[in-house]
C-alpha cells in the first residue's frame, strides 16, 4: 500500500464519525418532529448518544486490537456499526434509535482508535503528526459535504435512509481495509488483554504530566466542536430562519476550515505542536468573546448572521490545528503501548466533551450565547493548561 493510499484509507476510517454525526443534522428537525412532538430539541440527543458510545468503546478497542491485531478489531467494529444502523433504520421511537446510536458509536470505535493506533505502529513524533494532519485534513472536508448528502437523502428517501447510507459507507470501508491493508501489529509484540494491564496504562498515563495535560485540553477542543454541531442547525433555523440552506453554508464552512490540517502539517515540524495548539485556543478566546458580545449588541440578524459565519468557520480550523497535534503530544511518549493508549485517550476526550457539550447544547435558547458562553470557558481552561504544558516541557532536560 502506497503512502496516499494509506492516508486516504485511515481519512475514510476518521470519516465514518463525521459521517455519522454531520450527515444527521439535517435529519434532526424531522426526526424530533416524528419521534418526540412534545419536545423536538430532544432530538440532538441523536448525536450525544453517537458519541458517548464511541467514546465508552474507546476504552476496549484498543487494548483488544493490541491483544488480537488491529484489523480484526476494526472489521469486529464494522460490523456492529452495520447492525446497529439497522436496527435505527427500522426503529418507530426515539428511545430505540437512541440505544441503536449508543451501540453504533461503540462499533464505530473501532475504526476510530485502531487507526490512530496503526498510523502509530508506523510512524513517529512529528512526522506522525504530519500524518495524522494530512488524513484530519480530508477528514474534516469530509463534514463539507456530509450534511448535502443527508439532505439529499432525506429528499429521496427520508430520514430513516440515511441509516442505509451509513451501512453502504462501512461496508466499503471495511473492504477496503481487508483487501488492502497489511496488519501492522506482528504477533510477536502483542499483548494479552488483560484488566490489569489496562490500569497499569491508566496508571502511567495519568502520571506522566504531558499526557495527562494533552488529554485534558483534547477534551475541551472536541467539547467546542460538539457544542457548535449540537447547537448549530437550531441555530441557522430558529434564529436565523435558514434552515434550507444550511447545508451549503455548513459545507463551505467545512471547505473552508478544512485548510487548517493542511496548515499545520506543512508548519508543524518548525513550529511545534505545543506552539500551534496554545495559539490556537489563544484565538478562539478572543473570537468566542466577541461573538457574546456581538450576541448583545442588537445587530441586524443579517449582520449577526455573517458574524456567526465568520466565527464558526475559525472554531472548525481549530479542530484542525489542535486535536490532531494534541493526539500525538499524548501518544508520543506511550509507544509502547500504543493501542491501550490510544483507547484511554480516545474514551476520557470523547466521553468528557459529549459530557461537557451536550448541556451546552441543551441550553439553547433561541440565542447565540449559551454556545458562545461555553465555547469561552472551554477555550480559557484549555489556553491555561497549555501554557502550563509549556512550563513542564521548559524544566525537561535537552
Known amino acids: 500500500m502506497s503512502r496516499t493510499e494509506f492516508i486516504a484509507l485511515i481519512a475514510m476510517m476518521f470519516a465514518t464519525i463525521a459521517f455519522s454525526i454531520d450527515a444527521m ?21 441523536i448525536l450525544t448518544a453517537f458519541v458517548l458510545g464511541m467514546g465508552a468503546g474507546t476504552f476496549v478497542t484498543g487494548p483488544l486490537s493490541d491483544a488480537f491485531g488491529r484489523k480484526p478489531v476494526m472489521l469486529a467494529g464494522g460490523i456492529v456499526y452495520i447492525a446497529a444502523a439497522f436496527v435505527a433504520w427500522w426503529s418507530t421511537t426515539l428511545e430505540v434509535v437512541l440505544a441503536a446510536r449508543l451501540v453504533q458509536g461503540l462499533g464505530a470505535a473501532g475504526p476510530r482508535i485502531v487507526a490512530m493506533a496503526v498510523v502509530r505502529d508506523l510512524y513517529s513524533g512529528r512526522e506522525m503528526a504530519r500524518m495524522v494532519s494530512i488524513a484530519m485534513m480530508i477528514f474534516t472536508i469530509f463534514p463539507a ?54 490500569a497499569a496504562a491508566l496508571r502511567e498515563m495519568a502520571t506522566h504530566p504531558t499526557v495527562r495535560l494533552s488529554i485534558v485540553v483534547q477534551t475541551l477542543c472536541l467539547a467546542t466542536l460538539f457544542s457548535m454541531i449540537l447547537s448549530v442547525q437550531q441555530v441557522y433555523d430558529l434564529i436565523f ?26 508548519i508543524v515540524e518548525r513550529v511545534g505542536m ?24 442588537g445587530l441586524t440578524l443579517d449582520v449577526l448572521f455573517w458574524v456567526f459565519i465568520v466565527w464558526q468557520t475559525c472554531l472548525f480550523f481549530m479542530a484542525g490545528t489542535t486535536l490532531g497535534n494534541l493526539n500525538a503530544i499524548g501518544m508520543e511518549p506511550m509507544g509502547h503501548i500504543a493501542g491501550m493508549a490510544a483507547s484511554i485517550m480516545g474514551a476520557l476526550s470523547t466521553v468528557g466533551a459529549a459530557l461537557l457539550s451536550a448541556p451546552v447544547g441543551l441550553m439553547f435558547n433561541g440565542t447565540i450565547q449559551p454556545l458562545a458562553a461555553g465555547v469561552l470557558v472551554f477555550s480559557v481552561v484549555g489556553f491555561t493548561l497549555m501554557l502550563q504544558m509549556g512550563r513542564i516541557e521548559a524544566r525537561q532536560p535537552v
Open 25 to 45: 443534522l439535517p435529519a434532526l428537525p424531522e426526526i424530533g418532529a416524528q419521534l418526540s412532538p412534545d419536545n423536538v430539541n430532544r432530538a440532538q440527543i
Open 241 to 266: 430562519g435558514r434552515a434550507e440552506n444550511f447545508p451549503i453554508y455548513f459545507g463551505v464552512v467545512a471547505l473552508i476550515s478544512g485548510s487548517a490540517s493542511l496548515l499545520n502539517a506543512a
Open 145 to 198: 459535504f456530509a450534511p448535502l448528502m443527508g439532505a439529499g437523502i432525506i429528499a429521496l428517501a427520508g430520514w430513516r435512509g440515511i441509516f442505509l447510507a451509513f451501512i453502504l459507507f462501512s461496508l466499503i470501508s471495511m473492504l477496503w481495509m481487508e483487501l488492502r491493508l497489511p496488519e501492522t501489529l506482528p504477533r510477536e509484540n502483542r499483548r494479552a488483554f488483560r484488566v490489569p494491564l489496562l
Open 274 to 297: 505545543r506552539r500551534i495548539v496554545t495559539w490556537s485556543l489563544g484565538i478562539q478566546i478572543g473570537l468566542a468573546g466577541l461573538m457574546l458580545a456581538a450576541a448583545g449588541m
